[in-house]
Protein backbone atom coordinates (compact mmCIF):
# COMPACT_ATOMS: atom_id res chain seq x y z
CA UNK A 1 0.00 0.00 0.00
CA UNK A 2 2.72 2.39 0.98
CA UNK A 3 6.32 2.77 -0.40
CA UNK A 4 9.25 4.62 0.71
CA UNK A 5 12.22 5.01 -1.46
CA UNK A 6 15.63 6.49 -0.32
CA UNK A 7 17.78 8.39 -2.06
CA UNK A 8 21.32 10.92 -2.09
CA UNK A 9 23.70 8.62 0.12
CA UNK A 10 27.06 8.06 -0.91
CA UNK A 11 30.86 8.50 0.37
CA UNK A 12 31.31 11.85 1.50
CA UNK A 13 34.80 13.50 3.64
CA UNK A 14 34.17 14.54 7.44
CA UNK A 15 32.45 18.07 7.04
CA UNK A 16 30.73 17.24 3.95
CA UNK A 17 26.83 17.45 3.42
CA UNK A 18 24.26 15.50 2.43
CA UNK A 19 20.92 15.44 1.35
CA UNK A 20 18.69 12.43 1.44
CA UNK A 21 15.41 12.32 0.02
CA UNK A 22 12.53 9.68 0.97
CA UNK A 23 9.72 9.46 -2.09
CA UNK A 24 6.56 8.22 -0.73
CA UNK A 25 4.08 6.51 -3.10
CA UNK A 26 1.01 4.31 -2.69
CA UNK A 27 -0.90 6.45 -0.17
CA UNK A 28 -1.38 10.46 0.47
CA UNK A 29 1.80 11.82 2.01
CA UNK A 30 0.15 14.30 4.09
CA UNK A 31 -1.60 11.86 6.31
CA UNK A 32 1.64 10.55 7.52
CA UNK A 33 4.49 11.56 9.87
CA UNK A 34 8.02 11.01 8.32
CA UNK A 35 11.17 9.43 10.39
CA UNK A 36 14.67 8.85 9.56
CA UNK A 37 16.57 5.86 11.40
CA UNK A 38 19.94 4.88 10.59
CA UNK A 39 22.13 1.82 11.50
CA UNK A 40 25.47 1.26 11.84
CA UNK A 41 27.08 -2.37 10.69
CA UNK A 42 27.05 -4.14 14.77
CA UNK A 43 24.96 -1.26 16.39
CA UNK A 44 21.43 -1.32 16.32
CA UNK A 45 19.17 1.00 14.74
CA UNK A 46 18.84 4.69 16.22
CA UNK A 47 16.16 7.44 15.88
CA UNK A 48 17.51 10.40 13.96
CA UNK A 49 14.77 12.57 13.49
CA UNK A 50 10.99 13.20 12.55
CA UNK A 51 8.43 15.53 11.24
CA UNK A 52 4.83 16.05 11.52
CA UNK A 53 2.35 16.16 9.02
CA UNK A 54 2.79 19.36 8.25
CA UNK A 55 6.10 20.24 9.05
CA UNK A 56 5.67 22.24 12.38
CA UNK A 57 7.05 19.89 15.06
CA UNK A 58 10.35 18.53 13.66
CA UNK A 59 12.37 16.61 16.61
CA UNK A 60 16.08 15.65 16.52
CA UNK A 61 18.46 13.33 18.25
CA UNK A 62 20.82 15.26 20.09
CA UNK A 63 23.96 13.57 18.31
CA UNK A 64 22.81 14.82 15.25
CA UNK A 65 20.73 18.43 16.31
CA UNK A 66 22.29 21.54 14.99
CA UNK A 67 23.88 19.60 11.73
CA UNK A 68 20.94 17.81 10.60
CA UNK A 69 17.64 19.08 9.02
CA UNK A 70 14.23 17.43 8.29
CA UNK A 71 11.78 18.77 5.66
CA UNK A 72 9.15 17.80 3.80
CA UNK A 73 7.55 18.81 0.62
CA UNK A 74 3.77 17.51 0.63
CA UNK A 75 3.28 18.88 -2.99
CA UNK A 76 5.75 16.35 -3.99
CA UNK A 77 5.14 13.68 -1.64
CA UNK A 78 8.95 13.34 -0.35
CA UNK A 79 10.89 14.17 2.58
CA UNK A 80 13.97 15.34 2.64
CA UNK A 81 17.05 15.17 5.72
CA UNK A 82 20.05 17.70 4.85
CA UNK A 83 22.93 16.51 6.58
CA UNK A 84 25.95 19.13 7.60
CA UNK A 85 29.12 18.60 9.38
CA UNK A 86 29.16 14.79 8.57
CA UNK A 87 31.26 12.88 11.69
CA UNK A 88 32.62 9.48 10.42
CA UNK A 89 30.40 7.88 12.94
CA UNK A 90 27.01 9.04 10.84
CA UNK A 91 28.33 6.54 8.75
CA UNK A 92 25.39 4.01 8.59
CA UNK A 93 22.45 2.69 6.44
CA UNK A 94 19.49 5.77 6.60
CA UNK A 95 16.25 4.56 6.37
CA UNK A 96 12.85 6.78 5.79
CA UNK A 97 10.07 5.61 7.50
CA UNK A 98 6.37 6.51 7.84
CA UNK A 99 3.84 6.23 10.35
CA UNK A 100 -0.11 7.59 11.46
CA UNK A 101 -0.36 8.73 15.02
CA UNK A 102 -2.31 11.26 16.77
CA UNK A 103 0.57 12.84 18.76
CA UNK A 104 1.43 16.53 19.00
CA UNK A 105 4.98 16.20 18.18
CA UNK A 106 6.41 13.22 16.23
CA UNK A 107 9.10 11.18 18.08
CA UNK A 108 11.50 9.05 16.27
CA UNK A 109 10.93 5.83 17.99
CA UNK A 110 10.83 3.01 15.70
CA UNK A 111 7.17 1.42 16.95
CA UNK A 112 5.49 4.98 16.11
CA UNK A 113 6.57 3.58 12.22
CA UNK A 114 4.65 0.77 10.12
CA UNK A 115 6.15 1.69 6.47
CA UNK A 116 10.00 1.31 6.21
CA UNK A 117 12.04 1.87 2.75
CA UNK A 118 14.76 0.03 1.55
CA UNK A 119 17.71 2.13 3.17
CA UNK A 120 20.59 3.88 1.84
CA UNK A 121 24.28 4.06 2.63
CA UNK A 122 26.15 6.94 4.11
CA UNK A 123 29.71 6.80 4.47
CA UNK A 124 32.12 9.66 5.55
CA UNK A 125 35.38 8.49 5.56
CA UNK A 126 38.38 10.76 4.28
Known amino acids: QLQLVESGGGLVQPGGSLRLSCAVS????????IGWFRQAPGKQREGVSC????????NYADSVKGRFTISRDNAKNTAYLQMHGLLPEDTAVYFC???????????????????WGQGTQVTVSS
Open 97 to 115: AAGVTVRDICIYEEYEYGY
Open 26 to 33: GALFDFYV
Open 51 to 58: ISTNGNTP
